[in-house]
């Protein structure tokens, strides 16, 4: 007997897998001149002589997988860790520059060499320097009187909170080198920002739409009485990456029988039953776009 399958979806990403739809074509990478534009427009709300730092995520301990701060990777495409992002604005003018920490030779062993600096520099119309030289440089704006704002980097579902990422312990260590420093939030801003998406984002956002469908798809079909939570949630995420997707795009939520009356049931061990009732809230994520299905 078939286990009955409930997707937690939207009405179009349901139909897409009632219909079976496959995926389409990979759709091109977010242009330089995007991000660029993107940059234009954060500082544009801010106004002239305004100057953001926005940290990207650092670098795992131990071996979890890297995944940049969203807000970062939107701002500049770079996906390294111990990274930062300074924009400034002079005129109507945009300045941007990434600081970058050298990669070590053990961590280009176990994470692969860095971008080249050159091509890296091409591919996002930044400036670059290393991580080391930022104090100095955020100090020069604040002493030639530029308004300085910054941003959380923190994820989503990480919560709120800013007090321990490196962005709240360089706020920290500004104030205290620096006299009563007037540190504005841009969050708003780019929140604003984002919830507008570009013809290239939708197409983004389709993909990973397309992915998690088809995935669900090939998934229910594949389920049986006796299979476990976390076999569903492997068959949902093989699916999710033998498509080419970056990695789900939250925690794949797999539950049965009675688990399913607990929101965001964690423990996946349990053994769906003939009959069951299984739940799945799940998502691909897209170069950073995720689909919620």
Same mark, same amino acid.
């Given at each position: ?18 219909? /079976? @739809? $496959?995926?389409? @074509? %990979? =759709? ?9 534009? #993107?940059? &234009?427009?954060?500082?544009? #709300?801010?106004?002239?002589?305004? @100057?953001?730092?926005?940290? /990207?995520?650092? +670098? ?31 005129? /109507? ?29 091409? !591919? ?12 100095? @440089? ?13 941003? !959380?980097?923190?994820? =989503?579902?990480?919560?709120?909170? &800013? ?17 009563? =420093? ?11 920002? #984002? ?26 079909? #594949?389920? !049986? ?7 569903? $949630?492997?068959?949902?995420? %093989? ?16 539950? +049965? ?6 929101? %965001? %049931?964690?423990?996946?061990? &349990? ?15 897209? $170069? /950073?776009?995720?689909? &919620?299905?």
């Amino acid at each position: 007997m078939r286990l009955l399958a409930v997707l937690t979806a939207s009405v179009l990403s349901l139909r897409a897998v009632l219909a /079976g @739809a $496959q995926p389409a @074509a %990979h =759709p091109a990478p977010i242009a330089a001149s995007e991000y660029a534009a #993107r940059r &234009d427009s954060l500082l544009a #709300r801010l106004g002239d002589g305004a @100057a953001v730092v926005a940290f /990207g995520e650092r +670098a795992p301990i131990g071996f979890p997988a890297f995944y940049q701060v969203p807000t970062f990777r939107y701002l500049t495409g770079f996906l390294e860790p111990n990274a930062a992002l300074l924009l400034t604005r002079h005129r /109507g003018a945009t300045v941007a520059v990434l600081f970058r920490e050298p990669r070590s030779a053990r961590d280009a062993i176990t994470d692969g060499p860095a971008e080249d600096s050159a091509a890296l520099a091409a !591919r996002t119309g930044l400036a670059l320097r290393p991580l080391a030289a930022l104090p100095a @440089a955020v100090d020069s704006l604040l002493a030639a009187g530029a308004a300085l704002h910054t941003l !959380r980097d923190v994820r =989503p579902y990480g919560g709120t909170i &800013d007090s321990l990422t490196r962005g709240a312990a360089f706020a920290a260590a500004l104030r205290r080198r620096t006299p009563s =420093p007037t540190l504005r939030s841009a969050d708003a801003h780019l929140d604003s920002l #984002r919830a507008r998406k570009s013809a290239a984002e939708i197409a983004m956002l389709r993909r990973a739409a397309e992915v998690t469908s088809a995935a669900l798809r090939e998934t229910i079909a #594949r389920i !049986r009485p006796g299979m476990r939570e976390y076999e569903i $949630q492997a068959s949902i995420e %093989h699916g999710f990456r033998s498509r080419g997707a970056d990695r789900p795009g939250f925690a794949t939520n797999v539950s +049965a029988g009675a688990n399913t009356t607990i929101v %965001h %049931h964690r423990a996946n061990d &349990d053994v769906a039953e003939a009959g069951a009732l299984v739940l799945m809230d799940v998502g691909a994520a897209w $170069q /950073g776009y995720t689909a &919620d299905v």
